[in-house]
Structures are given as C-alpha cells and as structure tokens.
C-alpha cells in the first residue's frame, strides 16, 4: 500500500492563485520529499524537508511538516501556467532507506 | 554530465519474450532504484540498489531481475513479460539520504 496520500488528487486554479496540496503518511520517517512531474517526462526534485525540520522554503514553494499529524503540505505562491504538472511527495521511512511515493496531484493553472 | 540515462525510451514485446532496461547515471551516486508507473497511480518501487554488489527487493519485484556490477550501472530484466507489466519504468539515483535524480522513463508495452 502507498506510504504517502495526496489530496486533493486534482486542482484547478488561475494564474496568480496560490496552490496547496497536502500529503498524509503512515510510519515514522527520516525525511518527506516533494517531486514535480511533467507530462511524458521523469520526476524533478523540489524540496527535501527533514523530521526535525518544520518548514522549508525554496522560490515560491514552501513546505511544512508535521509529525505529530504525519502530514505535509506544499505551497506553491503565485502560481504560473509553466506550474502545470503533477505533484507527488514521497517519504523515506527510519525502518529503511528507501522512498515511497503517493499518487500524486495533478495541478492545472490556467492563464 | 548526462545525470540518468535510460535505454530504450519506448519499446514493444510480445508476451513471454524477455529484455533489458538499462540505466546508467554519471554522478557516482551510491543509491539506485527502478520504479514502475502505472496510470492515475504513483511510483512503485520495484529493485533498489545501496551500493555495487548490493540489491534488494522493492514493493512489486515479481517477474523483475537486477544487478548492480559498477556503481553507474543498474539494468532491470523482465524474465517473461506479461501484458501486466505494461508501464513506464523509470530508474533513479541519488546520494543516501538525498534527492533522486530520475530518468526520462522507458514506455513498455506488451502485447
């Protein structure tokens, strides 16, 4: 079973909004990653947030974390056309070193 | 500096035929891994490699070989393919503990 749940699973906004999406998991972890994927094409990394870290930020995106909640959210400010694509958090448990993915949010912005 | 290569980009087998995917990164990185991505659905991880001479198995390894001779290598064998292995597979690396550096994917389609 996925480790990590997105939601919404698909988000439509205009150019200029904001965009969130959240990201739920199961088991302890080392760090939650943020990836971004591009129609046709392999994941990009975005941002890593460690557990002991509780908010991250890199150009328009930020992240938070919490791990009492085992939930994470992505921001993305003043969202562009050019942010279209899906979003997808993936977390490396302490039990391992290996990532495990969720399903992703599409995101649409719309000009 | 190439990041993660992956050959062939697209590819089409009959069922029971067998091939390789291959995957080769130039950033020396220690950690690689090989996913599958099926619609509306996250990454699976299907082999992972910590190091040259170490594998391990992934969330869904059946009808899946690996080995990791050098550390810029990772290939990914399918032993009889399966209609159900259509998908598009993508190979990653990466420092432990850090970023995944991901492929552009192979587009497999088995009849």
């Known amino acids: 079973s996925q480790q990590g749940e997105e939601d919404p699973q698909a988000l439509s906004i205009q150019e200029g909004e904001n965009a969130t999406m959240n990201c739920s998991y199961k088991t302890s972890i080392n760090n939650l990653q943020w990836y971004r994927q591009n129609s046709g094409r392999g994941l990009v990394h975005l941002i890593l947030?460690?557990?002991?870290?509780r908010e991250k930020h890199s150009g328009r995106l930020r992240v938070t974390l919490d791990t009492s909640k085992k939930s994470s959210s992505l921001l993305i400010t003043a969202s562009r056309a050019a942010d279209t694509a899906s979003y997808f958090c993936?977390?490396?448990?302490?039990?391992?070193?290996?990532?495990?993915f969720g399903e992703g949010t599409q995101l649409t912005v719309n000009p | 500096n190439a990041g993660v290569t992956q050959t062939p980009k697209f590819q089409v087998l009959k069922t029971g035929q067998s091939m390789t995917l291959q995957c080769a990164q130039d950033?020396?990185?220690?950690?690689m891994s090989w996913y599958r991505q099926d619609p509306g659905m996250g990454l699976r991880l299907i082999h992972y490699s910590v190091g040259a001479g170490i594998t391990d198995q992934g969330e869904v390894p059946n009808g899946y070989n690996v080995s990791r001779s050098t550390t810029e290598d990772f290939p990914l064998r399918l032993l009889s393919a399966a209609p159900s292995q259509t998908s598009v597979y993508f190979c990653?690396?990466?420092?432990?503990?850090?970023?995944?550096?991901f492929g552009d994917g192979t587009r497999l389609s088995i009849l």
């Open positions: 990653a690396s990466s420092f432990q503990r850090g970023p995944q550096h």
């Open positions: 993936a977390t490396e448990e302490t039990s391992g070193s290996r990532l495990t």
């Open positions: 950033m020396n990185h220690e950690y």
């Open positions: 947030i460690r557990s002991n870290e």
